[in-house]
């Protein structure tokens, strides 16, 4: 089987030249939704197990809304999934930087230049000629007999309360940063700043019963939730026609306020206050230990035990950064192949458990190997005719290091026609750097530069996006970009689709035609252009929830790669011809042959139910690729 080229100049495997495709068919497979996580709704995808699968093969599924987690190939079923999932690309070559997207790239030089400091720790200036109102940096405990003779002035107590204000600020702002990075907070909009007041003795008074204890109070999630609104003044209708209310709502102010409490654990433990969202405002209480002490005492406790930073005897601190300030950082992307790296997996644990509140138990190296590093594609090395790039074909991790440390990995497979983005895990304490936004931008650029040496290599795939989930949207915000029609598998310009979308979560996109001649809304769609396809799909069922984001991850991220053994059922998504599934190419041990050279080995019995899951694989996979892949018995 000799190899061919494709129109766009991309070749395409036949042959051993690149290795062979061996698939196994999981059949359907259904979980509850991982991304509305609505009772009762479910997420319908096709899976495949591959033994092995060729670049050329995995590209012309991915152009027929297939993804990957680990060696498990998935496709949703659109039509049945609650959250019906677009593949969703971009032409590098024409890419146009958002505002927002040129603010990151801005921050990040600032940084590596040494002018921009990321506020991480406050740290003590030791005296070591002093013992009062002093502590080590390594965090001694003061005596409250000293620690009142250090706070008796009344300019020292106003100076030491607008430290611990702007302490606990800086620690919200953290938070809100680390939620917007991992794609809990939706759209490219600019986020306010955390402000933490304290509360008067007067108005803990008037409070519910046990507000005595209560010191301090922040309403952002109010700001977050009405900064969200004004950005997309159609989630407001997407809510009255879904009949949520506002406390029901991912975004409300309430359940916001309740997240970011929870992420702030950490204080919590550090501080010896107790932090608790109630009615969406974050509030501050003072332990049970230390409610009988003096106020004073309770500001100092927080500043000393959470390592933020201590008063000296002249009442002053040092806010430290990961360098000195004006001292140049160097920046390193490295390419590598997949494989398992200890420091990468701690950073990922890291991640996991601080930025998407994971159990540490949960993440394990052998689910982190499964989903992240396992991969079936079969590595194309570079060549010198221009039709593979300098570090090949694949599947790869692309570390972001600075001055040597591992602050991000990007998951990503390199084809003939495109980078896909798989998954990316930063480090928490670089949340302010946006690296999520950053990774996209440069790995666009990427695709930009291997253009010239690589002609065939056009597009950036961000995974899936799913226009009902808000969390999602962000990477509509990479412009122009394109989404798949899951019935006809052609490209149509997203600023096309999004009208169509905002009507119903599963049209098919290719019937865009229809609206060119339109100059309304997306209210004046004709009903006839939303349609929805109804196809027979097969019932075989496993839990998954996948999810990339990516940045994403989604995620685009996958964010599971949970497997159970599937159901048999009947599948026909396409029709074909008891004659097409003759050229199937069947897996048996080493040997490879067309089913129609292994149609009388079979009997009536097992030919019949052979042949229902050959109609059901090639109605997924397309006669094409049925014929070009292995199907494993």
């Known amino acids: 089987m000799a190899g061919t080229m494709r129109s766009d100049g991309s070749s395409s495997s036949r042959g051993n030249s690149r290795g062979e495709s061996v698939v196994v068919d999981c059949g359907r497979r259904k979980s509850s939704c991982g991304y509305c996580r609505s009772p009762g709704r479910t997420s319908v995808s096709h899976g495949l197990w591959a033994h092995s699968m060729t ?47 040129l603010r990151v790239s801005r921050r990040m030089q600032r940084f590596l230049d040494g002018t921009l400091d990321i506020k991480k720790t406050v740290e003590l200036i030791e005296d070591p000629n002093t013992s009062k109102g002093t502590c080590s940096s390594a965090g001694n405990e003061v005596s409250s007999s000293s620690t009142k003779e250090s706070l008796s002035s009344n300019y020292t107590k106003k100076n030491e309360a607008g430290q611990i204000l702007n302490y606990l600020s800086d620690q919200i702002d953290n938070v809100v940063h680390m939620c917007k990075e991992s794609g809990k907070y939706p759209y490219d909009i600019l986020l306010p700043k955390a402000s933490v007041k304290k509360v008067s003795q007067a108005k803990r008074k008037l409070l519910v019963e046990g507000s005595e204890d209560l010191l ?50 950490q ?83 890291q991640y996991q458990t601080k930025v998407h509140n994971d159990s540490p138990d949960r993440v394990t190296e052998s689910s982190y190997r499964r989903f992240l590093v396992d991969t079936p594609l079969v590595f194309v090395p570079p060549t010198g005719d221009g039709t593979v790039p300098h570090c090949g074909f694949g599947s790869f991790h692309q570390q972001y290091v600075i001055d040597g440390r591992l602050v991000a990995v990007g998951v990503i497979d390199i084809l003939p026609r495109c980078l896909s983005s798989k998954y990316l895990f930063w480090d928490p304490d670089f949340a302010l750097l946006s690296l999520g936004k950053y990774s996209a931008l440069q790995e666009i650029g990427w695709v930009r530069e291997n253009k010239v040496h690589c002609p065939s290599l056009q597009y950036y ?47 098919v996109l290719s019937d865009f035609a229809i609206l060119q001649n339109e100059e309304s809304s997306p209210s004046h769609v004709p009903e006839n252009v939303v349609e929805v396809q109804h196809e027979d799909i097969c019932q075989d069922s496993n839990d998954l929830c996948m999810d990339e984001d990516e940045e994403t991850n989604d995620p685009e991220s996958e964010s599971s790669d949970d497997e159970s053994g599937p159901e048999s059922g009947n599948l026909v998504s396409i029709e074909i011809d008891d004659g097409e599934i003759s050229d199937i190419l069947i897996g048996l041990e080493r040997s490879r042959l067309r089913y129609k050279d292994l149609r009388r080995a079979f009997g009536p019995t097992e030919r019949s139910y052979l042949e229902s899951r050959l109609h059901r694989y090639m109605g997924v996979v397309g006669a094409e690729l049925s014929k070009r892949m292995v199907y494993s018995l």
């Open 55 to 101: 670049v050329d093969d995995y590209q012309d599924l991915l152009d027929m809304g297939w993804r990957r987690s680990g060696s498990f190939l998935y496709k949703p079923e659109m039509e049945r999934t609650c959250c019906p999932s677009y593949t969703i690309r971009q032409r590098a070559a024409d890419f146009i930087h958002s505002k927002e997207q």
């Open 216 to 265: 301090y109070s922040s309403n952002i999630a109010f700001q977050i939730a009405a900064a969200i609104r004004r950005a997309q003044s159609c989630d407001n209708r997407e809510l009255r026609l879904s009949g949520h209310s506002a406390e029901e709502n991912e975004l409300s102010p309430k359940v916001i306020a309740e997240k970011l409490s929870s992420s702030l654990c």
């Open 267 to 349: 204080l919590a433990e550090t501080s010896g206050l107790l932090i608790k969202a109630c009615n969406g405002h974050i509030n501050f209480y003072s332990s049970s230990e230390q409610s009988l002490l003096d106020e004073s005492v309770q500001v100092h406790t927080v500043l000393n035990e959470s390592a933020a930073g201590c008063v000296s005897k002249k009442g002053c601190l040092k806010k430290s950064s990961e360098q000195p300030q004006g001292k140049k950082r160097r920046l390193e992307i490295r390419m590598k192949r997949s494989s398992f790296d200890p420091e990468e997996f701690a950073l990922y644990r």
């Open 461 to 507: 795939y961000l995974g899936y996006y799913i226009h009902s989930c808000s969390k999602m949207r962000y990477k509509a915000a990479y412009h122009p970009s394109e989404l798949l029609c899951p019935l006809r598998y052609q490209w149509i310009p997203y600023d096309i689709a999004r009208p169509l979308l905002d009507r119903k979560p599963y049209v």
